[in-house]
């Protein structure tokens, strides 16, 4: 991280209006922050708390609070404050200077789009979240079907205005709301590449584990109770650095960190028949919840110390969950940890809770319709077929009739399976596209590169890394995180980011790397 | 309830901004409502599920959402509106016409006090409370002075910008602000009455029940735990017809009932030592819970549909907790239902969990310094008393600095017993001055006053009703509530409300009665 706190330079002295322009926005902004907070909790407990006889109301009672937001920053005051810190910009503080992008990449996207189009939008996308809720069960696409193509018109709408203020194109204003930056022209040669790669390395990974144990199957025919699984994953939490005293674990259906940096709320769900699914959950939330936690403190309540986007948020969840929690290391540590927390005194000792076969079960391979279930390796495919749909979409080559058929092909080209009448698990698997989250799934995928290439850095500046991960001793490499990503909020650009912390920009090298290494080689 | 239903009366055409600005109003206290509902729930989450490092960001939070709602509220064409739509008032739906006259009061409310003073005072508040917290235990009344003298000084600075927007003494202003249309000249009479006839019945009930059996010793001895006291009071509450489709319970320090209509949170906290705490505070609130739930939905999200104030409020909850709650009838079908949930099978059938047992310990009469913990019949002396101070606070005959010795003499006087050098049970012992509620305290009393005379009219218009009680039927009851009160809203006045649904104005003869028999004569 670039030294942001160095005495301020000479400068000219300001004008009042100079002067106040920039407080003025530094207030506003608070105050904006604090709604967000409220906004967050009460979204928070709408997945994990409320009553579903409250939804109603509690839609409502969000849409309030967003259209205020909304209403806030499109204040001509706002504007004006915006217009006039423009010439002070020059005499800012270098944090204050990155605040004051931040703020106005915030209000940017908040005034682009008009306000009915914006009510219009979200009104389309709960209706059809809604209903998908029950169609993806039925496989129903053909009722699907409308809802859809009335979120992908107004969509289309907004990322048509979003684009016009941003001067892009209108695919790259929707990616660079979630992570500022990372474009197409970014995007489309990583994705290329591992598109040529990714099937050589799935089937020479299947070929060798074809040689391998396979994983026990007794581990599944045992009951695991939620509540032995809780302490087993709050232990985990703990031993990975996540306060407690600033945060909360509980139970919902689609797992996922929320909350503030000040008040980080994890989420997510067990499954009695078997423990893997909440503890690989809860170190990929914890990835998350640790990076809001250690967000630069002194600035909190600023845009510049928000996280930098969905891409750098994703790499911190993916870089505890894949390069750190599927390591031989960190699983030799935890083993025993899993073992005490589920095992009895007679099968604790069993090879159920071993390092080796907690192992050969979460890196098993095998090409699957779902993403969410898909294994590290196969993993991208998903990504990249989403993508290449998404960019369709938006630039008019690909109409919403005809997203069952590509989505068929695809899947067909890049993992040899076909969803062909089964839209289920096909183009129907996700929430994304029936909540209007377009523009979201490359950063799963960028996340995974860039964690793949930042935990290559971390084992270069750190020495002997994977023997402290074997000893469960995360602090070093948390300083290390917090000093490369987490400290910095949004100080920096996303591209800055990630060539600052890792000495390139982000390229695919370093996650081929490492998946011909754990799954071709199987090392680490 | 009178009917509010009655088709539109024939009109004079209104102006279009007359037709307007009352649609205006509605629509914009439809969206205040949704940010109440937010910041109910981020309050309630404060108070049951925040970790504690995140209190300060949590305080700026909510703090910032009140700002702004102070100032949606605040608007110049908010009151163009009212102004307007003052024109028209003769014109809409008798429900509308109430509407509008809350409207008008909740923005009376808030553009009355100006903005720096709100926040003086809610700091002032925030730090008294805060010092209270530590300073309570500690006994200290020195340091605590000094802030209360700051929290006084502003509040009387609130009370006058109120009384004189409101034209009403300071102190019937903020009477005002919790129970609308209920006044110092009032509660005076009531509570003089009350200081005369308590003392003579406080002896008389002390008499006769040295002749009773003592509660036995034995359940304090006994451990409850938590879990299990849950399950009991989770079926009381749904006994009781909490709604848990639209509400929840959970845990806290000081028991509530906080959230919306909608989403009604109740919280409460438990002793292992004893389950009669948790057990009355339940019905305690579920009675505010109930009323909550079953408001005028079709009205929901206008202030016409809230709740009409804390006197009718409390009145609910001490409907359900005393009047109900203490019966004979309610304790005898409670009885079992305790034993199956606390006992073991050798002590179910034991004494300890006996309706009459139970009556003897929640029936006790025993003068004592701390109101939460006072008995039925002695409670109304501890709020005869603050009723006293507060008048002399905001009529200037009374200073802060003595306070300490008033409340003595007032504590000897009324129950015989002295606070001298003992401010951590007498004038330190709530929370309700160190947070700046004053004019809240009568409500409990009022409310007190009104159950009696409300329970009693539902006595008269429900044949065997403590035939129903005793079955555990409350349906009859809370549908006569809800005809009575709930589905009222705040259509009628308070005043108006309760002499509609018991035929007389609040008057304290129902109490009487119903102390005299319960404690005197030893009846129901």
Known sequence: MVDVTHPQPAQAPLTRDQATAYSALASFFRGISGLRHVEAIAAWDEATMMPEGSSNARAEALSALRGLIHEQLG?????DWFSTSDQQAEQLLPWEKANLREMRRAWLQ?????????????LAESHCEQAWRKLRPANNFSDFLPLLREVVRLKREVARHLGERLSMAPYDALLESFQPG??????APLFARLRKVLPGLIGQAMTRQEKEIAPARQVQALRFPVEKQRKLVVEVMRRL???????????????????VAEDVRIAIRYHEDDFLPALAGVIHESGHGKYEQRLPAKWLGQPVAQARGACIHESQSLLH?????????????????????????EDSGSAAFSAGELRRRLT??????VRVDADELTYPCHIILRFELEKGLFDGSLQVDDIPAAWDAGMRDLLGISTKGNDRDGCMQDVHWPAGLFGYFPSYLLGSLFAAQL???????????????????????????????????????????????????????AFEAHVKSRYVLGES
Chains 1, 2 share one sequence.
Do not use: Y
């Open 75 to 79: 204040r001509a005051d706002v504007a």
């Open 110 to 122: 908040a005034v682009a789009v008009p306000r009915d189009l914006v009510e219009a939008a979200s």
């Open 182 to 187: 990372l474009h197409q022209q970014h995007i």
């Open 241 to 259: 650095g996540f306060d407690f005293g600033r945060g909360r674990l509980d139970t919902t259906h689609h797992p996922f960190c929320g909350g």
């Open 321 to 345: 969950e894949m390069q750190v929690g599927r390591s031989e290391a960190f699983l030799t540590f935890i083993a025993p940890i899993v073992a005490d927390a589920l095992g009895t005194p």
């Open 364 to 369: 098993r391979v095998t090409p699957s319709l």
């Open 455 to 509: 935990f290559g850095a971390a084992k270069g500046a750190l020495p002997n890394l994977m023997d402290d991960i074997r000893r469960g001793a995360f602090d070093r490499l948390d300083s290390w995180l917090e000093k490369q990503i987490w400290g910095n909020g949004s100080f920096l650009d996303t591209t800055q980011l990630i060539e600052d912390s890792t000495g390139a920009p982000l390229g695919t090298e």
